[in-house]
């Protein structure tokens, strides 16, 4: 029998974790024979909340689940584990800049980094959902020792998904029709959407949608998605972005099917003069089971070219505020 893959899970008692822990245990994630063992990890406060998420992942029946724990000690919670989701995170309330979040973010990500590198398999792998999801994967990247660096990396999934999502809609087709989208940068409002080598049914997206969609509405629409989610729900996305968690593991662990790429924020090695070290949005290749490279060489354009230092340098700042922490 297949050996159980161990998912730890942070802020399992959260709107993200309620979509994704269920469609981990289904098999979505990694696939109809990898069975899992789901470790959750709350604040104190939210365990009872995730005792309540563990019975019904017990009254599920799901045949690939083969336990679920919890804890509220990162310590416990990552014992053994191959696969980390750090989905928690303190969310921003009134009047925070997002230097304050950044800084109150901090401290539980080098805590939970630490956690990473001293209990979890020493090949676990890494995905940074809680935001600001690029500099918290930075901070417990540098609390790495025994887990590669490589293997710290944040989600732009999202982001690639509403691009996907946006040509769909305008060019009619279906998502699985749209093919080569990159997301580059931040998951912020900075971040930038690349459609140069997109296609939709074979088609390049350039020839296809007039440049004035693509360089107005699409773009604008795709980068600040997440405030017209809050806007129109009250609340943040969250099945879209459980949704986007599974998209990353499934192919980073499983490959991308037809697709050259997909997009993954993983630490930059100087690629395209984006500053080393940094947690960075590339196109990402899937080579082969959990091995990733970032697609070298494209042609971008003067357009793409012009936005990128402005992502570069909101990370590049995010970095100075927290240096301490590295
Ligand atoms: P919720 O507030 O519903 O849930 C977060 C959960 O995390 C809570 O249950 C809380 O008790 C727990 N938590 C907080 N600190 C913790 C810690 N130190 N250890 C363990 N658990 C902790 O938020 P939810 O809507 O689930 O969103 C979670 C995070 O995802 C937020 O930071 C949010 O900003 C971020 N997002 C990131 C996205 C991305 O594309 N990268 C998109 C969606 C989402 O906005």
């Not at 809680?130 to 417990?140: E, K």
């Amino acid at each position: 029998m297949t050996r159980p893959m161990r998912i730890a899970v942070t802020g399992a008692a959260g709107q993200i974790g309620y979509s994704l822990l269920f469609r981990i245990a289904s098999g979505e994630m990694l696939g109809p024979d990898q069975p899992v063992i789901i470790q959750g990890l709350e604040l104190p406060v939210a365990m009872n909340a995730l005792e309540g998420v563990a019975m019904e992942l017990t009254d599920s029946a799901f045949p690939l689940l083969h336990g679920v724990e919890v804890a509220d000690d990162p310590k416990i919670a990552f014992k053994g584990a191959d696969i980390v989701l750090l989905v928690g995170s303190r969310p921003r309330s009134a009047g925070m800049e997002r230097a304050d979040l950044i800084r109150v973010n901090g401290p539980i990500f080098t805590g939970q980094g630490q956690a990473i590198d001293t209990v979890a398999a020493e090949d676990a792998k890494v995905l940074v959902v809680g935001n600001p999801c690029n500099t918290n994967c930075l901070i417990a990247a540098a609390q790495a020792r025994r887990v590669p660096r490589a293997n710290f990396t944040a989600m732009t999934r999202l982001d690639h998904n509403r691009a996907v999502g946006q040509l769909a809609l305008r060019a009619q087709a279906t998502p699985a029709q749209v093919k080569n989208v990159i997301i580059w940068g931040n998951h912020s409002s900075t971040m930038v959407p690349d459609t140069d080598r997109a296609t939709i049914d074979g088609r390049s997206v350039p020839d296809l949608l007039d440049s004035a969609w693509l360089e107005g509405p699409f773009d604008e629409t795709v980068r600040e998605r997440g405030k017209a989610i809050i806007q129109a729900r009250g609340k943040s996305s969250a099945a879209s972005a459980a949704n986007a968690a599974i998209d990353h593991i499934h192919d980073w662990f499983l490959g991308t099917g037809d697709q050259e790429w997909t997009s993954m924020a993983v630490p930059s090695q100087g690629q395209y003069g984006v500053p080393e070290g940094l947690i960075f949005s590339f196109p990402c290749r899937i080579t082969g089971p959990w091995q990733y490279e970032i697609v070298e060489g494209l042609e971008l354009s003067a357009s793409v070219k012009s936005k990128m230092q402005a992502t570069i340098d909101e990370l590049a700042s995010e970095r100075e505020t927290v240096k301490d922490l590295l």
